[in-house]
């Protein structure tokens, strides 16, 4: 079954942020400021006892100014 996730966040020209979630969680918030007027891009992936899956797609998402 699913362990969880890996969230995988970043903005353009920097590394990603990597960030661990259990199975049951629905939604998440940034504890990092993140940059306002600034696009960022977000993928995840499922941890499993067999191991996590393929990344999903990438989205992106822009913060207000």
């Known amino acids: 079954g699913n362990a969880?996730?890996?969230?995988?966040?970043?903005?353009?020209?920097?590394?990603?942020?990597?960030?661990?979630l259990p199975a049951n969680v629905s939604q998440y918030q940034f504890v990092t400021v993140?940059?306002?007027?600034?696009?960022?891009?977000?993928?995840?992936?499922?941890?499993?006892?067999?191991?996590?899956?393929v990344w999903s797609q990438t989205f992106t998402f822009t913060t207000l100014p």
Not at 4 to 20: E, F, H, I, R
Not at 37 to 53: C, D, E, L, M, R
Request: proline share 11%.
């Open 4 to 20: 969880g996730y890996t969230l995988q966040v970043w903005k353009a020209g920097a590394p990603p942020m990597n960030v661990s």
């Open 34 to 53: 993140l940059l306002p007027n600034t696009t960022y891009f977000w993928k995840v992936q499922t941890k499993a006892a067999n191991g996590p899956s």
